[in-house]
């Protein structure tokens, strides 16, 4: 690649990086709690335990986004769960912005990720590959 193509590759790893620690740390844990959570998995028939499994998968996925670590393997590993919200919020139509949040956005998500699998770490990472 070259180097306006690892910046921009770079760019998006540290947004989505940024995003998921967002929603892991600041949403889930601060907003919602934890528990609050993993009622709402439980409210449209996901175990609880999911919601955990998925704060913390959000976490450690997006702390290493943020800093360019295994990237490729972090975005691989939260595609599944930016599936799950695509799918937790179907109900709720297109747009995010609807009461309880649309699926456009998980989705984007989920295509953002899939290209960091494809590109990698970008420039300004911990690890070049």
Not at 59 to 88: D, E, K, M, N, S
Not at 89 to 96: D, R
Not at 105 to 126: E, H, K, W
Request: aromatic letters at 14%.
């Amino acid at each position: 690649m070259n180097n306006y193509s690892d910046h921009g590759t770079a760019l998006l790893r540290i947004s989505l990086g940024s995003i998921f620690i967002a929603h892991s740390l600041y949403l889930k844990l601060v907003v919602f709690t934890l528990p609050g959570t993993a009622g709402f998995f439980e409210s449209i028939g996901l175990p609880a335990m999911l919601a955990y499994i998925t704060f913390a998968a959000e976490a450690i996925g997006g702390i290493a986004l943020l800093v360019g670590y295994q990237a490729r393997w972090a975005a691989l590993a939260l595609i599944p769960f930016a599936l799950g919200a695509t799918w937790a919020h179907t109900n709720s139509g297109w747009i995010f912005s609807n009461p309880g949040g649309g699926w456009e956005y998980p989705l984007f998500l989920t295509i953002t990720l899939a290209t960091i699998v494809f590109q990698g770490n970008g420039s300004f990472a911990l690890q070049r590959k």
